[in-house]
């Protein structure tokens, strides 16, 4: 199976054009090696010459160096540079810090530091709730990471992860208007991750896991949710999960099934897998089939894994056994969050009528659109390059800026339903289709309702503490 991208890449080239060469020289060599010209940018002129950027879209890096490679073969052409927007936006960082307030003479200085910030302090010592009032700790997450199973592409260390850490940070912002700050570990001990994530909790009004392998994210998450009194959201478990919900929620209204009678089939029993097989049952899914690479999991039987023994003792009721096709024969649902092209058209065909099928694996699905479409009613994917995008995004931004309002102390099942329902309404019932199933990530309500839910849960659970603080949009 050929491998697709999800995004191309757009490139700058700075060239070097004599006064000799026609610019339509540039759009030929480009024009034949495939390239699309997005811009054009005079940077500096001379009599003899004239540099410009060309923006230039190409599919891919094989793709990039044909491009380049026919221009260099042009008479009076020169390569002089060749950028990716994409590591250029990633210059320096993404994200920093700003000040709220100016420091522009002593009187400032005083106040936000010494000596008058000693008051401050001491109010705190006396009363450490003040701190989400009188610090960045009303506002502030975490989004710790160590590096291991970061997006497609496994255990890249601490380093390599925080490019996606900072981009999580931007959406925090950008999205919901909390402050989030990247922390990434090295070190992949349970314990030390636990404990350094416990020392440095004082500065944040929430942890968000981020990119922590299988199954040690599992305890991770548990231990800090029972040690700490702020929220803790491994976000790759159960903004996936909540997201997932909401759009079979909206899908189960255009097929005309009820959840507790759905037969749904959870493909890659890892993180995302169990949070969504747990969230689905809280929501009244009664029969799940969780489907690994040994097979199926069997009811009640006795694992290595502990979180695989809980699977077993949870889930296939009918208690099934054999591989995929066993597990989705007469299925109602896929729900794939396991790797490339594992899912055929034969699969598809011995579903149940109206296919519901959210094939999540990235950067390629369980099964391309193009091939699963004569034979599903629904089909989602984690592509924004295809409708009903399946993004986290949807989620966690909404859900902190929530639980954050209140001072929630977890992250409970209840504010997790309330915010897949929040999702899914956004979508209006006169605008529900198969194509538009699930909001997109651009759509300014999804946060407002998500957070509202969320808030108005904790209050409702008892795990709030400030009950009075549910936002009012």
């Not at 991770?220 to 929220?231: C, F, K, N, S, T």
Request: charged share 25%; net charge negative.
């Amino acid at each position: 199976m050929a491998i697709q991208q999800t995004n191309g890449l757009s490139l700058i080239l700075r060239l070097k054009i004599s006064t000799d060469a026609a610019f339509s020289q540039v759009a030929t060599a480009i024009g034949e090696a495939g390239g699309d010209i997005i811009a054009v940018d005079v940077i500096h002129v001379e009599k003899d010459y004239v540099i410009r950027d060309v923006t230039v879209n190409v599919h891919n890096d094989a793709h990039r160096e044909r491009v380049v490679e026919s221009l260099a073969q042009r008479p009076g052409i020169e390569v002089i540079n060749v950028s990716d927007r994409t590591f250029l936006v990633h210059l320096g960082g993404k994200i920093e810090v700003q000040a709220k307030t100016p420091v522009k003479n002593r009187d400032d200085l005083s106040r936000v530091y010494t000596p008058g910030v000693a008051r401050v302090c001491q109010a705190i010592h006396e009363d450490p709730s003040k701190a989400f009032q009188l610090t960045i700790k009303r506002n502030t997450v975490a989004v710790v990471t160590d590096g291991t199973a970061v997006l497609g592409l496994g255990d890249i260390g601490p380093e390599a992860a925080l490019p996606v850490m900072e981009g999580k940070a931007m959406l925090f912002k950008q999205f919901a208007g909390v402050d989030a700050f990247p922390i990434c570990l090295n070190t992949k001990d349970t314990d030390e991750i636990v404990a350094i994530v416990k020392a440095i909790a004082p500065g944040f009004g929430g942890i968000n896991l981020e990119d922590i392998s299988s199954p040690r994210c599992f305890e991770i998450e548990q231990r800090l949710r029972e040690e700490l009194d702020i929220p803790v959201f491994h976000d790759d478990q159960h903004g996936t999960a909540v997201v997932i919900l909401a759009g079979l929620l909206n899908a189960v209204k255009l097929v005309g099934k009820r959840l507790p009678d759905l037969r749904v089939v959870v493909c890659g029993i890892g993180a995302a897998g169990v949070a969504c097989t747990k969230i689905l049952l809280s929501a009244g899914v009664k029969n799940v089939i969780g489907v690994d690479r040994a097979g199926i999991i069997e009811r009640d039987r006795a694992y290595e894994n502990p979180i695989w023994n809980w699977y077993a003792r949870h889930t296939n009721p009918e208690g099934r056994r054999g591989d995929l096709m066993a597990a989705i024969t007469g299925a109602d649902v896929f729900i794939g969050v396991s790797g490339p092209g594992v899912l055929k058209p034969e699969h598809l065909q011995a579903m149940a009528r109206d296919p519901i099928v959210f094939a999540m694996a990235n950067p390629i699905p369980e099964i391309l659109p193009e091939e699963a479409e004569p034979y599903v009613r629904i089909l989602a994917t984690g592509r924004s390059d295809y409708p009903n995008q399946i993004n986290n995004v949807l989620c966690f931004p909404g859900i902190f800026r929530g639980a954050l309002r209140v001072r929630a102390r977890e992250i409970n099942e209840e504010m997790k339903l309330a915010a897949a329902e929040a999702i899914a309404a956004c979508v209006p019932e006169h605008q529900l289709n198969e194509q538009y199933i699930i909001p997109s990530v651009f759509n300014e309500a999804v946060v407002k309702a998500v957070s509202r839910a969320v808030a108005e849960a904790a209050v409702r659970t008892g795990v709030a503490r400030r009950e009075h603080a549910v936002p009012s949009y």
